[in-house]
């Protein structure tokens, strides 16, 4: 059985990684926010009995389980109703202002050349978009794999398939990758 502390401090490791990753799968960073809290919740609520070492597949199960739940209601929702909000204004006020923002990060101590920002913030956006690209299923194996570190039964598990299947959809997922990213110049 898990304590409350052991159980804390694996949610304090998995948090930023699965968000990530359900913002991967879902492509919305508020959807993703509320998928990976509903992830948590439900693992502290109903598996909080279990052992340490059973948490991180308990955990990216729920996970797979809660982003194809949110597909499923997104479905359902836009053939009803069309979210409207998205035309609105960034801020409360409409008073948002870029350079006030870029202004205060600048000038902090450990802000880096202005070129190098670019430049990496640059390639991150070509790595992420590739792997949006990606299908579902070889986006899912590659980020539980390479992203969360799981081995090749664990994310089988995770994801309901066979290893085999997992071995395939991660080697097709890093060839396209490498493919493509080689094609975009960020790869030698």
């Known amino acids: 059985m898990a304590s409350d502390k052991e159980l804390s401090d694996f949610l304090k490791s998995v948090e930023r990684r699965a968000f990530k990753r359900?913002?991967?799968?879902?492509?919305?960073?508020?959807?993703?926010?509320?998928?990976?809290?509903?992830?948590?919740?439900?693992l502290s609520q109903k598996y909080a009995d279990r052992p340490p070492a059973e948490l991180p597949l308990l955990f990216q199960r729920i996970l797979s389980n809660a982003m194809m739940d949110w597909f499923r209601r997104q479905k359902?929702?836009?053939?009803?109703?069309?979210?409207?909000?998205?035309?609105?204004s960034a801020g409360e006020d409409g008073d948002f202002d870029l350079l006030e923002t870029l202004e205060a990060v600048a000038g902090s101590p450990t802000a880096e050349s202005a070129a190098d920002s670019v430049s990496r913030a640059q390639i991150l956006q070509v790595i992420e978009a590739e792997v949006a690209r990606l299908p579902g299923r070889q986006r899912?194996?590659?980020?539980?794999?390479?992203?969360?570190?799981?081995?090749?039964?664990?994310?089988?598990?995770?994801?309901?398939?066979?290893?085999?299947?997992?071995?395939?959809?991660?080697?097709?997922?890093?060839?396209s990758l490498a493919q493509t990213l080689k094609a975009k110049g960020v790869l030698p």
């Open 140 to 175: 899912e194996a590659f980020l539980l794999r390479y992203w969360e570190e799981l081995d090749v039964a664990e994310t089988a598990a995770a994801m309901g398939c066979s290893e085999g299947s997992v071995k395939t959809h991660c080697s097709r997922a890093v060839h």
């Open 22 to 42: 359900a913002f991967y799968g879902v492509r919305d960073e508020d959807a993703a926010l509320d998928i990976v809290q509903d992830t948590m919740i439900r």
């Open 76 to 88: 359902v929702r836009d053939a009803v109703v069309r979210n409207f909000s998205d035309f609105e």
